[in-house]
């Protein structure tokens, strides 16, 4: 990283390769920089002195949330534990191979552990002609009316979204819309950025097709338990930054296998000030640091979320006071500057007007990163602020029928009324598509806006790997919903301050 | 794009699974690559594969004291799972037979074309390479299994990386596709594609006959038992968690 990229109070850390990962011990976690940087790392406090075994030791709140699951009153990371699991949500890409699995080991006719914690939702290659896509969403179908699963998103005219009255959209926002994601419980995946649930508090990974068809069969899967990892941002949110942002900082600073097998807890005033939306983006995207899991301590902007959306009671946890982390990053949020993460790699940050000069194809604005309501909002402020027509062709596709549904009803503040589709249209957008994935990982050829082509895209997915999008030698910049809506007004990676 | 230096930390190895001592229930010939001759193409001598059995009875319940034995294919850090099996394949179902040796086709097809060796040559549908080496965090981004399914699927039977990604190392593991390993070192920099090599578990030992060095793997730690007894489901059924079958 040049060092350029940091101003000489910005409270951040270089990539701490050396990082100590032992928790119980006050090493030092970062390597000494010989720079004006502020470093407020703190190591791990040192172990409280043993008494008798009576005494509980301070937990985090992960590791609070898999002793609960397991039924034990005390574990610490490192520990290898059952755990009951509350849900399991799987999808059109892995669903028929785990229910492959569950079938062969469990037996042809066997029932899966409890019909009400399953929860199936299509959402990854559904508007295409792919016989075999087409296809697994049948598999799933029939998988769910012979075990009569309660809660099964259901699409079977893919000619209109709108008149499939079950379809939901991507998965991850889905379970957060209707209501499956409860703080203090245990949420597993068959997708990687099933950590996005843990904006609500509870623990939430992605697992492959053979454990999840364990799951299917017991209810329980064997965990190891994650050291914590903490971040601390404080501050007021600046106007031109969005939780994208934050991410995309931390992923840069520790890099895309800083967090392996660690849990990131999210804390601190701007964590707190946050939508719920906008936590689901920054805990959407610890996958990217490698991380197991990532957790935003429940509060009173969860509960209001939740308020209708369910009725199972549901038990905070929170962590101790004493509670031990790996390491503590903290962040002076008021400081930060809009940022991009270049081709090839979620790390790969890099200042957006420092790639001004970056020319570009297209802007994608979309999936469970980068596709909820409040992203559409965000980028049709700054099309608001402009009054431009945009350069390069520009995609919109909604996670969910209900993100669609809000981008032709909900008025844009400061607009006079006027809804996102209005702007959108009115400053030359594509008509936004089908709630769906997308092109977020490419897919079948059919694909809307799949990147058939090398081409440079600004995106608010999550990833861009070589063929991440469709081609490999697309070039991908990953960016915050102001930023890909800057971008796309001037051709060129843009910073949104030019606008906002 | 490396990311990192020679230097670079190794993160050690996470795994869910309990520490048991290794046992010796399983014995397993070692597998022999035999080189290709003129008239017919990858005539491996390798143990064979029952599409109905999960490949958990093959590679991954090697015992200790088994090898593997074969070509090497070299890759750098950072090998996501969208590079291991691109999104466009994921319609390919494991479970099914046909459709999982069609996912073995397709491995490492995503890499780019600064990899001019493709690890599986045009035309083939299986890989000549037994064996791949990595650099650091290998298998990141996914959690798909189609990711290590598609590398047994295609004959490969262990992957040597410097470190792994949480889930693709565990999903190894669960399913037995292949046999993960971790090297004390970065032998992406030290081996080159079509080195032959040989892989000792019992001796934690990667031998590369091409260039007579030899190098130290670490031990398998917390995914031993699981390995051992061929994936998650026999060590479950073994540590009595579910009923045999």
């Known amino acids: 990283m040049a060092s350029s990229l940091l101003s000489p109070s910005f409270t951040s850390f270089l990539r701490t390769k050396d990082l100590s990962l032992s928790a119980f011990t006050s090493q030092r976690c970062f390597k000494a920089v010989p720079r004006k940087i502020i470093r407020c790392a703190i190591a791990a406090p040192q172990r409280q002195p043993s008494t008798t075994g009576s005494v509980r030791t301070a937990m985090t709140m992960t590791e609070k949330i898999l002793a609960r699951a397991s039924e034990k009153a005390q574990l610490t990371p490192g520990d290898n534990v059952w755990v009951n699991v509350d849900i399991l949500m799987t999808h059109d890409v892995c669903g028929p191979g785990s229910i492959g699995i569950f079938k062969r080991e469990f037996g042809e006719d066997a029932k899966v552990w409890d019909r009400e914690k399953l929860v199936i939702i299509p959402d990854h290659y559904i508007f295409t002609s792919d016989e075999r896509a087409n296809r697994n969403v049948d598999i799933l179908r029939d998988f769910c009316h012979e075990q009569n699963i309660k809660y099964f998103y259901d699409i ?7 008149v499939n009255p079950d379809y939901k959209g991507v998965c991850h926002v889905a379970l957060a819309q209707e209501g499956h994601c409860r703080p203090g419980e245990v949420l597993l995946g068959t997708d990687s950025h099933t950590c996005t649930a843990g904006a609500f508090g509870q623990f939430a990974t992605g697992i492959g097709n053979t454990d999840a068809g364990f799951v299917l069969g017991t209810g329980k899967l064997l965990l190891k338990v994650p050291p914590t990892l903490r971040f601390v941002m404080d501050g007021e949110m600046p106007d031109y930054l969005l939780s994208k942002d934050l991410i995309l900082q931390i ?28 936590r689901m983006t920054l805990c959407n995207m610890v996958v990217e ?59 790969n940050r890099a200042l957006a007007r420092e790639c001004k000069d970056v020319k570009i194809d ?73 709630p769906s994935c997308g092109a977020c990982l490419g897919g079948p050829k059919d694909t809307y806006a799949r990147m058939n082509e090398p081409k440079v895209c600004v995106s608010t997915t999550n990833r861009n ?31 949104p301050r030019e606008f906002l | 794009m490396a990311l990192f230096s020679s230097a670079a930390t190794v993160l050690p190895r996470n795994l869910a699974f309990t520490k048991l001592s290794l046992s010796h229930s399983h014995t397993l010939l070692p597998r022999f690559l035999s080189f290709p001759t003129p008239k017919s ?41 969208d590079q ?45 390479y037994a064996i791949v080496i990595g650099g650091a965090n290998f298998g990141c981004g996914s959690s798909r299994e189609h990711a290590p399914v598609a590398l047994g699927a295609s004959g490969a039977a262990a992957v040597v990386a410097e470190s792994y990604a949480r889930i693709f190392f565990r999903n190894s593991v669960a399913t037995g596709e292949v046999y993960p390993l971790e090297s004390e070192g970065r032998l992406c920099e030290e081996c080159t594609t079509g080195d032959v090599v040989t892989i000792e578990l019992g001796e934690s030992r990667l031998i590369n006959h091409t260039t007579g060095k030899e190098y130290r ?29």
């Open chain 1, 465 to 495: 790997f070589p063929g991440r999008m469709g081609h490999k030698e697309g070039q991908i910049y990953l960016a915050s919903p102001y930023t890909a809506a800057a971008s796309a007004l001037t051709g060129y990676v843009t910073d």
């Open chain 1, 251 to 278: 992923i840069g600073e520790i890099t895309v296998a800083g967090a392996t097998y660690k849990s990131m807890e999210f804390v601190g005033t701007t964590v707190e000030s946050l939508t719920m939306e906008e």
């Open chain 2, 217 to 245: 793997l670490k031990p398998i730690g917390d995914a031993g038992p699981v390995i051992e007894a061929g994936g998650i489901f026999a060590y479950a059924r073994k540590t009595g968690m579910i009923p045999s079958r």
């Open chain 1, 362 to 434: 297209r802007v994608y604005i979309g999936s469970c990163t980068g596709g909820k309501t409040e992203d559409f909002m965000a980028a049709a402020k700054v099309f608001l602020a402009s009054g431009k027509q945009v350069k390069v062709p520009t995609f919109l596709v909604p996670a969910t029928q209900k993100v669609w549904m809000d981008l032709y009803s909900l008025p844009v503040p400061g607009s006079g009324g006027k809804t996102c589709s209005q702007i959108f249209e009115e400053v030359g957008c594509d008509t936004p598509a089908s």
């Open chain 2, 41 to 81: 193409s990858n005539p491996r001598n390798r143990v064979a594969v029952s599409l109905q059995t999960p490949r958990a009875q093959s590679a991954a319940s090697a015992s200790p004291s088994a090898s593997f034995h074969g070509l090497c294919y070299v890759v750098g850090d950072n090998i996501d799972t």
């Open chain 1, 289 to 347: 640091a490698g991380g197991k899991n990532g957790v935003v301590p429940a509060d009173s902007t969860t509960f209001k979320y939740l308020e209708g959306k369910t009725s199972l009671p549901y038990e905070p946890v929170y962590s101790d006071d004493q509670a031990r982390f790996l390491a503590e990053y903290r962040f002076d949020v008021s400081k930060l500057e809009p940022v991009v993460a270049k081709p090839h790699s979620p790390d």
């Open chain 1, 156 to 162: 079977k005219d893919l000619s209109n979204f709108k």
């Open chain 2, 84 to 128: 291991i099996i691109p999104a466009e394949y994921l319609t390919l179902v494991p479970s099914k037979p046909d459709e999982y040796e069609k996912l073995g086709s397709y491995a490492l097809i995503g890499l780019p074309a600064t990899y001019a060796t493709r690890f599986i040559e045009p035309g083939e549908i299986k890989t000549k």
